[in-house]
């Protein structure tokens, strides 16, 4: 299997610069509603990416995320609405909250690989999802809590984009250099064999505990932004297709490849924005995406072109 | 009646339907490791043609049988032309039937609509049965009845045809019988085609007293989920105690800790998993 | 009935529409009036979904799909009975398709999320079918307006009387949907009843959409009350009175239910399971009511069935907005005189037969009948009139201010009076 490094530095680094350049402008060239989907989509990809960290470089894929996801968003909207507290000492709290999920589902989770870890997580999923529906006292139940809860300085929509931005650019930073720490190449080691990494004489519970904990934490960053966002939570956020569709953008835009997860949010976003303008059958074209993409385009968009550009590559060189 | 009994009775009817559509997906998930998250939807296909099928013909057994096939058939269509591009790659095979139920659910609410649709069941298994001062629905307990009817001919297949055989020896280790020189992928065909045929059946059974409605399917798959991680994969005595066990905490649940009550069946599931992913009967293969 | 048929016949105004929103808003005046209507065409009530938009449909068909001059055009989006999709899709119909005005949602929940919604944007949201008591009551939001709806506190209060004084009922056990509605009818339900002298002996709150009450009934059969007040929508209406009968408890124990319990949307597709069942609303389709009649020979004319509660409100919603609309010369641009007009209504073509206004809080004030399930020669099931209680308000014989005083109705606030 090809390292996850396909071009020279200063090439990605300038790649990175113009996307952000493009992203700036956004706000600018299709303001009003389009911003604020291009908001969505950057939220989506940080959690995207976050299950791509556990996917992608460590090979444990999860249906919990969403859960993890939503849990920050809860506690965020639950300490400013009925807790009265500060919508930033919300979004600490809430963050911790995901990241003690990640803690707690990690120690149950790193014993297991493949499907049973898959189902695992969906468990744990489940029973998170269960509890904001069923413990109607804390959580609103079907009702969900509800309220503004970010700060009136960065309500106003291009402001609030550039926070957006600005956070997920920063969270993507952070993630990439993990990704491709020793650590992270150590987790990469373990993708390709548990047991080849354990005779090498690595900690792997260790490695996959920490890498999962580390995810949570992104993920959880991602809830806290979408309640300030939406304003608005219930146990969709937390549901099991929440979990699914941020797998799927991971799918669409390529395992292993990190960035995949932007592409991936940016592409179902703006696919589901287009297809419900026309048709109520967005489900089935998501189902159909996530079929095709199964059987002839696993790799994603992003690992299909690094694998065009690494092939382009070697034929030069032979 | 006393409550306890009356509850227990609800545990084990709904216990009864679990073991249907679990069956099913024990026997896909044991032979051939392929956990086959669309087949919830095919339990609500195979509910809404036995709809059909009740409605247009008055016959309550046509509708089972004819939903049987018909699930079969999509069943077959589904492990020979979409399952076979991945084969080998068991996640990717489990995110594909995920892909599947999200489109047979679309495909479902486009044809029959939002509604809940109850299946017509006959006269005779309609309203409740008296004994004394004891009143239990007539249906719930022919449920019961046919379920276990299930389990000994499910049972039987196992133990003395030569496909049960087969399917038992592929459950402990598929590759071997390869080996041994016998077309293994008939045999996971035809488990495939028992299995979804099993979903089918369970949903034409459930829509007479839970209803058909769009969000069934992934009520009862992650129901079954939890009978089958918590029975053990490939078991059928495992699959027939996970469904007690399951249909009783959902009932008692419901009850004792209404708040908690996901919790009670998942957090087990869960457990299992991370300490004894073989579930109770489990063999390791 | 489906959104994109809308798209499709207003495609002359659509290309107008495009170039509207970059015009100064006042000579806006001659494009179509824009109106999001949201229903939910899937999940736990997409049967009463389905009628919303058959029954705000109808009247508009009725007269033109014209009002001042101006051609009305309605974009349904499916809510899915999801608090979460209601905001989604309300969202996207003021900013991405520039609708001037809400109108529909029926759960409570969706409803609250979408009001919270245009809180912040003043869009005029119309709620002829979400009776969420505060939006009424303690949480009144200006843009918001109740227009031919009801208070869900406001209904079973007469109920609860009838049941104490007619027919001698003292134990009672509540089964209902746990969500704000549920809370608000049981609430109203067991504060009148227990300020009686009567006693809740438990109360039940099953999730939204349960497939399966037998947990439920067993518990209800083994505590044995007088009376049974259910309260439930949809779906869980029609399982929840098949199961009751198949359980044996039909007959044994009494019930009452809430209007939705008994609406036509729910009754039309069972047998002799539902008969018998009493419940109170505002509206009743086996009513004498001259207005009445002919209102249901209509509906039953265009769509082959009786009209359910959800079919009602929204023809009486869309009578409601042409009002208003009339009132202000179609320009319904001016949000504050829009919002006046729509305020001053009063209907006197109401299907009900007698005219409907918004009490000084917004919300109207109705004759409510008893009402009870009985079986037509023709095999079909309606609502007949038993009894009829005049003048019932939101806030029934209370003072307004003093009874807002008192908490929402909540799970752990029911209003129940101890004896």
Known sequence: MKPARAMTSPARTGIALACLALLAAVPFVIPGYKTSLVVEMLIFATL?????????????????????????????LYHVTVAGGSPWIGVLLGVAAATAAAVIFALLAIRTSGVYFLLLTLALGMIVWGMCFRWTSVTGGENGLRGVVVPAWLAPPTVFYFFV???TSLMTFLMWRFAHSPFGLTLQGIRESDSRMRALGYNVPLHLFVAFTVSGFFAGLAGALYAFFNSFVSPSTVALAQSVEGLLMVIVGGVGTLFGGLVGAAVIIALENIVSFYTERWPMVLGLMFIVTMIFAPEGLLGRGRALLAQRRDRNAS | MSMTVFQALNGATFAALLFIVASGFTLIFG??????LAHGALYLMGGYIGLVIASRSGSFMLALAGAAIAIAAIGFLTYTVLLRFVSGNVLRQVLLTLGLALVLDDLALVIWGGDAFTVQVPEALRGPFRLGVMAYPKYRLFLLLFSVCVFIGLWLLLRYTRLGALIRAGVDDAEMVDAMGIDIRHVFIYTFMLGAALAGIGGVMGGAFLTLYPTADSDILVYSLAVVIIGGRGSLPGTAIGSLLVGMLATFGQVWFPELAYFVIFGPMALLLAFRPLGLFGRAA | MDRRKFLTSASAAVAANAVAPLLPSASAQSGPIRIGLLAPLTGVVASGGKEMVEGFNLFWDQHGRKIAGREIEITVEDDASNPDTALQKARRLVEQRNVQMLVGDLLANTGLAVAEYVKSNGVPYFIPIIAADDLTQRKRIPNVIRIAGYSASQMPRPLADYAYHKKNYRKLVTISQDYTFGYEQCGGFCQTFTELGGSVVQQFWQPLNTADFSPYLAQIQSLNPDVVYAMETGADANRFIQQYANFGLKGKIPMLGAMNLTDQSVIRTLGPECEGIISSAQFCEGSDAPATKKFVAEYEKAFNKLPSLYGFSMYSGAMWMAAGMTAVDGNVEDRPKFLDAIRKVVLNDSPLGRPVRLDMYGNPIYDVYIRQVKRRPDGKSWNVPLETVPNVSQFWKYD????????????????????
Not at chain 1, 50 to 70: N, W
Not at chain 2, 31 to 36: G, H, Y
Not at chain 3, 405 to 415: A, D, E, I, L
């Open chain 3, 400 to 419: 307004p201010e003093t009874y807002m005083k008192q908490p929402s109705y909540s799970r752990t606030f029911q209003g129940i009076k101890k004896s």
């Open chain 1, 165 to 167: 931005l600005i956070v």
């Open chain 2, 31 to 36: 032979l051939m490791r392929i956990v086959n």
């Open chain 1, 48 to 76: 995207a990416m976050s299950i791509d960290l556990l996917a992608g470089f460590a090979g444990r894929v999860s249906l919990c995320h969403g859960a993890i996801f939503g849990i920050a968003t809860y506690v965020v």
